[in-house]
Structure formats: structure tokens, C-alpha cells
């Protein structure tokens, strides 16, 4: 990605505390947040810490228009110069001179209940009337332009050739085969509208439902409380009584595999543990929000890859088991590696595996032909853990070098947004 000396970013991604946001939250910052404030630092994702120093307002306003920033060069990729406090925020920014203007067709749900016209009678009622917003004036960076480019040349190609040959409609190529994920946005398809120098892409999938079931309803008394949060709990507890279920089985139990929460991550650092000469210390950002610091990881894998090899590295992490404390630090989340041999054999070859550099650190990584994962909160209860054991016991890398859950005979791919997990070189292997 190019990096200049101006760069854009997320309005929201900057709080005004001495504007008018900051006059109506009493100069204060909103609880929790950990992107850019004036005087505060920031990193930009991928590339360098900065520090804004000076807000250019508008005149009427009083609205910031433009920051001016320090940047720190030697804070690239993730780097943390020794003697500086670590920075927590992270924010997306495009380079101005290079960034590319396209429209945004954000849509929503139609409809802004879940069972429409459940209360008035017309489903008329319950349109959400921001179900569709229009951004035109969003950036992107230019490598989008050029592969939307590629693509309506594709389209144009494919199209000439259907004509002198109308039984190969089944190649037909879309706008739409060509789709990212926006950064905390989620995830855009081009539209067919789009020209060459007016591309328009359609948000096709949001990032998170924000839709969830209401277990309680208005006034409703502490004892009836108590009791659903006890068939919730009891409930919980049937989930890891019974293995390989279908979520659609009568009882609800979940299948093993839908219950481990398995995510993309970044290695920012590693280094051996003080301790012990089998394990290092990393930390990973492997979660799902900006605002979340990197989690402290311990693995068993000191002497087995080179710590030089390890930092940067995009990786896959359980990070819904229960912390565990490893010769003195905690660790918070694991590591999944292919394996050559038992943990002992010296001759042991280690890999870990490989999830995409596109994909984005925290996306819930699934298995192709498996229900969508639906991950406990936390995996501590002994059902819990031994759905997790059985679980582990079916990961295996294949003879394609795919990481593969493995069930009665069947494989199924481990998957990202952006391809299949895989491993560089081992085959035929578990994975630990």
C-alpha cells in the first residue's frame, strides 16, 4: 500500500474533545475509546504510530477539517521502539494522493424488527428507512481501482466470446465475483454500474447482527428472572454432554467443531520465555476490535521455528479457551501448529498455519461444508473442555497441505474470507 505524507481516516476514528463532541461529553473521551485524541497517538494499521499535534477547524463550524501529526518512523509494521508506552488504538487511513473516489451502496435489513408487523399488523410499519444509505464520496486504496478495472475488462472479454459461443453461459463473469471486506465496514461487492471512472460497491454483508433475542421482557419479576437464567445455564451445561450433534437435533447441542472459536491473527512480537527453553512469549492481535489490546500468547514452540520467522506472521488462534498460566505467565489464547511427530521426538518438524495476509486479525475462521460457527463465550466447564479435546483430535493437515477437520471419513477445509488454511510443506500430519 503506498504511505504518504497526507493521509485520510475515519472521521470517527478521531475525538474532538476541545469540538463540539467533546463540549457535549464534557471534554471527555467516550469510555473505552483508544483511537486518536488531540495530543494522543495512534498507529495506522500496517504502517506507523502518530501523534496529533495541531487541529485545522472550520471557521463556521469549528468542525476539525484537517490534523496535523507526528509520525515516529521507526514504529513500522507493528514495532514498539524500546523505551515507548505500547500503543493500544489501531486505525485505517488511505494515502491522499493515490487514494481512489468511489460510491458506496451501504444496505441494511429491509426491515428493522425481526418478525415484521408482529406488533402493528403491517409489515409496511417496520421498514427500516436507512436500510440503504449512499456514500459518494468514499476512498479507497488504488489496488482496488486496478482489480476493478481488470474485472469489467474481464466482463467485456467474456461477453464478446458468449456471443460467438451462447452454450458457454455457464462461465458467464460477474461484477459481483469481484468483493472485499471493508475494514470494520463489512464486506463490498462491485456493482454493475460501475465504469471506469465511476466504480460503485455494494455492501452485501455486515460485519456483526446486532440482532439478538429478548430473554426478558418489561417489568418482568426477579424470580422469573432467576429461573430463565437458570434453564440458560442448564442449557449451557447440555451443550458439551453429547458429541457430533446437529444444531438441529431436538435437544440443541451443538456440534464440537461449531463451539471452538478459531480466529485470524498477527504475531506483533515474540521472545523466548524466561523460564523455559521450549516455550516463547508473543504478542497476537487476534480479535475482532480495533480497541482490544494484542492478547500475551505462551507456545511450545521455542527451538522449533526460528523466533524471526514467527513475528508478523498471520496465524490461526483458539481464543475462547480458558486462560492458562505456562511457567509463570498467563497466555491467552493458542497457537495452531501442523506437527511431524509426537511432542517429544527431537526430530520433530513445526509448522504453523498459514491463514491469508488478507484476511483481517480477528475474523471467525469456519469449516466449508460445516454449519456457521457459533462459539461458546468461553470453553472452562469439563464438557466444554472435553468438546474441545475431541475437537482437536479431528484437525489434521492433508496430503494438499489443507488443515482439514476430519469426522466419520469426511474432510472438511478449514476457510477464511480469503481461501483455505494451509500449511507450507508438511502433509499427512496433525495438528497441535
Given amino acids: 500500500m503506498p504511505f504518504g505524507k497526507e493521509v485520510y481516516i475515519e472521521r470517527s476514528d478521531f475525538f474532538d474533545l476541545d469540538g463540539p ?76 494522493s493515490t487514494a481512489v473516489k468511489c460510491k458506496i451502496n451501504q444496505y441494511d435489513r429491509l426491515f428493522k424488527t425481526e418478525e415484521p408487523g408482529k406488533e402493528s399488523g403491517d409489515f409496511i410499519d417496520d421498514l427500516n428507512p436507512d436500510s440503504l444509505q449512499i456514500l459518494d464520496n468514499a476512498m479507497v486504496e488504488p489496488s482496488v481501482a486496478i482489480d476493478a478495472l481488470e474485472m469489467m475488462a474481464q466482463i467485456r472479454q467474456k461477453n464478446d466470446e458468449l456471443e460467438s459461443s451462447p452454450l458457454g453461459l455457464m462461465d458467464k463473469v460477474y461484477h459481483s465475483d469481484l468483493a472485499y471486506q471493508f475494514e470494520r465496514s463489512g464486506y463490498f461487492a462491485l456493482d454493475q454500474s460501475s465504469s471506469h471512472n465511476n466504480l460503485v ?61 478459531i480466529r485470524a491473527g498477527s504475531i506483533l512480537s515474540a521472545e523466548p520465555h524466561p523460564d523455559a527453553d521450549n516455550l516463547i512469549v508473543c504478542k497476537v492481535a487476534c480479535d475482532d476490535s480495533d480497541d482490544v489490546e494484542p492478547r500475551t500468547v505462551v507456545a511450545g514452540l521455542g527451538g522449533k521455528i526460528p523466533i524471526d520467522e514467527i513475528v508478523g506472521k498471520k496465524v490461526a488462534c483458539v481464543t475462547n479457551l480458558k486462560p492458562a498460566k505456562m511457567r509463570g505467565i498467563e497466555s491467552f489464547a493458542m497457537l495452531l501448529a501442523a506437527s511431524s511427530s509426537g511432542v517429544n ?4 518438524k513445526v509448522e504453523l498455519l498459514n491463514i491469508p495476509h488478507d484476511v483481517p486479525d480477528g475474523e471467525l475462521l469456519s469449516f466449508d461444508g460445516k454449519e456457521s460457527i457459533e462459539p461458546d463465550s468461553l470453553m472452562k466447564s469439563k ?24 469426522e466419520d471419513g469426511k474432510d472438511f477445509k478449514m476457510i477464511s474470507s480469503n481461501g483455505p488454511v494451509r500449511v507450507t510443506s508438511l502433509r499427512d500430519v496433525v495438528v497441535q
Fill in 201 to 261: 460497491f455494494n455492501r452485501v454483508v455486515t460485519l456483526r447482527d446486532a440482532w439478538q433475542q429478548q430473554k426478558q421482557v418489561k417489568g418482568q419479576k426477579d424470580k422469573s428472572a432467576n429461573k430463565s437464567d437458570e434453564g440458560a445455564n442448564k442449557n449451557q451445561r447440555n451443550r458439551g454432554s453429547s458429541n457430533n450433534k446437529s444444531s438441529n437435533d431436538t435437544d440443541g447441542v451443538l456440534e464440537d467443531v461449531r463451539r471452538v472459536a
Fill in 383 to 406: 464438557g466444554a473442555l472435553k468438546a474441545f479435546d475431541r475437537f482437536k483430535a479431528c484437525l489434521r493437515i492433508n496430503n494438499d497441505g489443507d488443515a482439514i477437520f476430519r
Fill in 21 to 96: 463532541e467533546g463540549e457535549a461529553n464534557n471534554n471527555k473521551a467516550p469510555k473505552g475509546f483508544k483511537r486518536l485524541l488531540p495530543g494522543g497517538m495512534v498507529r495506522l494499521r500496517y504502517a506507523y504510530v502518530i501523534q496529533c499535534d495541531e487541529i485545522k477547524r472550520d471557521p463556521e463550524t469549528n468542525e476539525p477539517i484537517e490534523l496535523f501529526c507526528t509520525l515516529f518512523p521507526e514504529t513500522r509494521a507493528g514495532i514498539t521502539p524500546e523505551g515507548m508506552a505500547r500503543v493500544n488504538g489501531i486505525i485505517q487511513w488511505v494515502e491522499a
Fill in 345 to 348: 521426538d527431537k526430530d520433530e
